[in-house]
T-cell receptor, first 115, second 117 residues
Framework: SQQGEEDPQALSIQEGENATMNCSYKTSINNLQWYRQNSGRGLVHLILIRSNEREKHSGRLRVTLDTSKKSSSLLITASRAADTASYFCATDATAGGTSYGKLTFGQGTILTVHP | NAGVTQTPKFQVLKTGQSMTLQCAQDMNHEYMSWYRQDPGMGLRLIHYSVGAGITDQGEVPNGYNVSRSTTEDFPLRLLSAAPSQTSVYFC????????????????FGNGTRLTVT
């Protein structure tokens, strides 16, 4: 079953613009993570936000988490053509708070940044 | 560090054939897992392992078998391939450090693209 649903499914912007992707989930979580996937490659971890955190930054990335709405957003500022990729949210909802590396992924957002 | 290494990169099977997808990690991670990625469905967990000798089922385990005899290796076996198993398979590992209210991120291999005809 899909825990996360991402919106939009595809996003096309110009270089220098900001890109915002949203993720909604269904159950209580321990943390939420964002991953990036370049075409034909494996996923690469971008950022992790714990359930007791509301906002986190890493370079040009800003992630917010609203547990009351069961939603998260990923903002990429001043986007570059190299940011073109698929972006996935993933939730850790393991009972008891102990993680075994089991994540539930959303369907992803395809981001295209035009030079 | 090579990270997570998956072989082969591509594979074509006929229905009913069996094969093993290999996965190895050199980061001494306790946790390893297998996911499959299908268009429009994100990644779904097939099996996972919390340490050598310990495995458990994920969301879509049917038709797959795993074992973990060492910390480094976590092979995935397709017992009798079916067209529905056409997919891209990803192996991932993560460290036990940070369990509790936070966990450490997954490290992924580059995937095996499997086609079953």
């Amino acid at each position: 079953s899909q825990q996360g649903e991402e919106d939009p499914q595809a996003l096309s912007i110009q270089e220098g613009e900001n890109a915002t992707m949203n993720c909604s989930y269904k159950t209580s979580i321990n943390n939420l993570q964002w991953y990036r996937q370049n075409s034909g490659r494996g996923l690469v971890h971008l950022i992790l936000i714990r359930s007791n955190e509301r906002e986190k930054h890493s370079g040009r990335l800003r992630v917010t988490l609203d547990t009351s709405k069961k939603s998260s957003s990923l903002l990429i500022t001043a986007s570059r053509a190299a940011d073109t990729a698929s972006y996935f949210c993933a939730t850790d909802a393991t009972a008891g708070g102990t993680s075994y590396g089991k994540l539930t992924f959303g369907q992803g957002t395809i981001l295209t940044v035009h030079p | 560090n090579a990270g997570v290494t998956q072989t082969p990169k591509f594979q074509v099977l006929k229905t009913g054939q069996s094969m093993t997808l290999q996965c190895a990690q050199d980061m001494n991670h306790e946790y390893m897992s297998w996911y499959r990625q299908d268009p429009g469905m994100g990644l779904r967990l097939i099996h996972y392992s919390v340490g050598a000798g310990i495995t458990d089922q994920g969301e879509v385990p049917n038709g797959y078998n795993v074992s973990r005899s060492t910390t480094e290796d976590f092979p995935l076996r397709l017992l009798s391939a079916a067209p529905s198993q056409t997919s891209v398979y990803f192996c991932a590992s993560s460290s036990r450090t940070g369990t509790g209210r936070g966990n450490s991120p997954l490290h992924f291999g580059n995937g095996t693209r499997l086609t079953v005809t």
